[in-house]
C-alpha cells in the first residue's frame, strides 16, 4: 500500500533544463516535504509546506522552487539543473502538529544532471 | 554547529553484539527525537522515537535521550544481518521540521 508516491525514480537531465519532481501523498497528510539526499551529508531540508498554497523555506532552497496547489500534490521545481544538483530527492508527508511527527517517505527520485 | 551531529562511521558489528550508535544535538533541535533506518537504495522508515529523558525500549532496540548532555543514543541487541543498514538521527523543535544527521552506516558480519 503505497502511501507517498514519487512520479519519477531515476531522472536524467541536462545542464540548464528545467527539472518538476512530483510527489503525491494519499493520507490527507498537511505537511510535506523536499530533502536532498547526499553520502556524508545526510537528508538536508529544501522546501516544505504547511498547508495548500503554503510554503517555507528549508535549509538550502537555493536554485529551487516548490507548488503545492493542491493537498496531496507537492511539486520540487529546478527552474535551471545544474550539476551540483544531482542527488537523491526524497519526498515526506506527515500529519499537523508536534505530536504527530512520523514522517512517510517516498522511494525517492535520482536525479543526474550532466 | 549542525542541529543534528552524527558520528558517520562505518560501524560493523559481529552478528549477536550490541551495535550503539550516537547523536548530539543543538538547542535548536530539543523538542523530539526518532532514529530511522534506510537499506541501500530504499527509504528511509521510522524505527524509534523519544520524547523524554531516560530509556525506551522497543523489541531489541533501546533509545536512550539524555537532555542536560544533549545527546540521543539507539543501542541494537543481539544484532542481526537484517539489521545492516544506515541509521539517521533527527530532532525536531518548535516548528514542524525534523533536522537529520547525516546518518551511520551499520554492517552487522555474519
Known amino acids: 500500500d503505497v502511501k507517498v508516491t514519487q512520479s519519477s525514480r531515476y531522472l536524467v537531465k541536462r545542464t540548464g533544463e528545467k527539472v518538476f519532481l512530483e510527489c503525491v501523498q494519499d493520507m490527507d497528510h498537511e505537511n510535506m516535504f523536499w530533502y536532498r539526499q547526499d553520502p556524508g551529508l545526510g537528508l538536508r531540508l529544501i522546501y516544505f509546506s504547511y498547508d495548500v498554497k503554503m510554503k517555507e523555506k528549508g535549509d538550502i532552497p537555493e536554485g529551487y522552487s516548490v507548488s503545492r496547489e493542491k493537498k496531496e500534490r507537492f511539486s520540487l521545481i529546478l527552474e535551471s539543473a545544474s550539476t551540483n544538483q544531482t542527488s537523491m530527492y526524497l519526498c515526506a508527508s506527515k500529519l499537523q502538529g508536534t505530536g504527530a511527527n512520523v514522517l512517510t517517505f517516498g522511494a525517492g527520485s535520482r536525479l543526474t544532471v550532466l | 554547529q549542525k542541529e543534528v551531529e552524527q558520528n558517520s562511521g562505518p560501524l560493523s558489528v559481529p552478528e549477536g553484539a550490541i551495535a550503539s550508535l550516537n547523536c548530539t544535538y543543538s538547542?535548536?533541535?530539543?523538542?523530539?527525537f526518532f532514529w530511522y533506518r534506510q537499506y541501500s537504495g530504499k527509504s528511509p522508515e521510522l524505527i524509534m522515537s523519544i520524547y523524554s529523558n531516560g530509556d525506551k525500549e522497543d523489541g531489541r532496540f533501546t533509545a536512550q535521550l539524555n537532555k542536560a548532555s544533549q545527546y540521543v543514543s539507539l543501542l541494537i541487541r543481539d544484532s542481526q544481518p537484517s539489521d545492516s543498514a544506515t541509521y539517521l538521527c533527527a530532532g525536531q523543535g518548535d516548528d514542524y521540521k525534523l533536522s537529520f544527521g547525516a546518518g551511520t552506516t551499520v554492517t552487522v558480519r555474519a
Open positions: 538547542d535548536r533541535v530539543s523538542q523530539s
